[in-house]
């Protein structure tokens, strides 16, 4: 099965649900560097699913280094499966977690993760690479060839970088939804679920909650002009 990797062994998820990682300890810089200064100190995290188990490579200066996001997990474990086929997308990859569920769920598709955080995607190659996941590219943002359409896009946002900047980027990204495809976001309900689902619906990307679990929401985002 193409998502098992039977050199990981299995670990119990090591979630905490009050912890959020918004910042390098190491040098106060925020998660979405595109250079980060935090000194290099390689880890690992232990992404475990009912149908996939990976370590992950993770280092200093990117977003959640120590465990795997519990929005992320919550994400992961409530989407429904992604298209077979097709180009896919994780916006806003870090190292990759959600880029290589998608890949491994989805091995005749063509995933791309893109992200603005240089040292992340350096760790999500390696990770696919390990992983033996050959259908994920990882690239920057501005980077990414500009055709491929998505049947759809996985993300856990960069809330941080403040409302109109993630309005800018989901604007920039949800367009290149291909017809029929689907966006699945997940949004923690304290940092603006509930608005970002009415924005989304003001602009006419119809949004529709699918999962609440442990203070999050997972939203789907449907094309404009959807049927
Ligand atoms: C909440 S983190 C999620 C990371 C990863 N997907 C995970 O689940 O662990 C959001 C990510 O968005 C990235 N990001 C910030 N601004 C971005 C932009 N303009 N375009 C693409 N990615 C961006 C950050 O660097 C960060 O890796």
């Known amino acids: 099965m193409p998502g098992n990797h039977p050199g990981f062994p299995r670990f119990a998820p090591d979630v905490s649900p009050t912890r959020t990682l918004i910042r390098s300890a190491d040098v106060g810089e925020h998660y979405f560097a595109e250079q980060p200064q935090a000194q290099s ?4 995290v232990d992404l475990v699913l009912p149908d ?8 200093r200066g990117m977003f959640s280094p120590d465990r795997i996001d519990l929005g992320t997990r919550v994400l992961l474990e409530t ?3 992604p298209p077979a086929g097709g180009d896919l997308l994780d916006l806003g990859c870090g190292y990759g977690p959600i880029a290589l569920t998608m890949a491994s769920r ?4 063509i995933v791309w993760g893109v992200d603005v955080n240089e040292r992340a995607l350096g760790c999500g190659r390696r990770n696919a690479q390990a992983a033996g996941l ?10 990414m ?3 491929p359409r998505f049947a759809a896009i996985w993300s856990n946002p960069p809330i941080r970088i403040g409302k109109q900047a993630l309005h800018d980027l989901l604007t920039a990204w949800l367009p290149r939804l291909a017809p029929g495809g689907r966006a699945h976001l997940v949004v923690q309900k304290n940092l603006g679920s509930d608005s970002l689902q009415r924005w989304l619906g003001a602009q006419g990307w119809p949004a529709e909650r699918i999962a609440s ?10 094309p404009k002009d959807a049927p």
């Open 79 to 81: 989407v429904p499966p």
């Open 41 to 44: 100190r390689p880890g690992s």
């Open 145 to 147: 060839p500009a055709d």
């Open 52 to 59: 996939l188990h990976l370590r992950l490579a993770t280092d």
């Open 106 to 109: 989805s091995p005749q598709a």
């Open 134 to 143: 050959d259908n994920v590219r990882f690239c920057l943002s501005d980077q």
């Open 213 to 222: 679990r442990a203070g999050y929401r997972v939203l789907a985002v449907d």
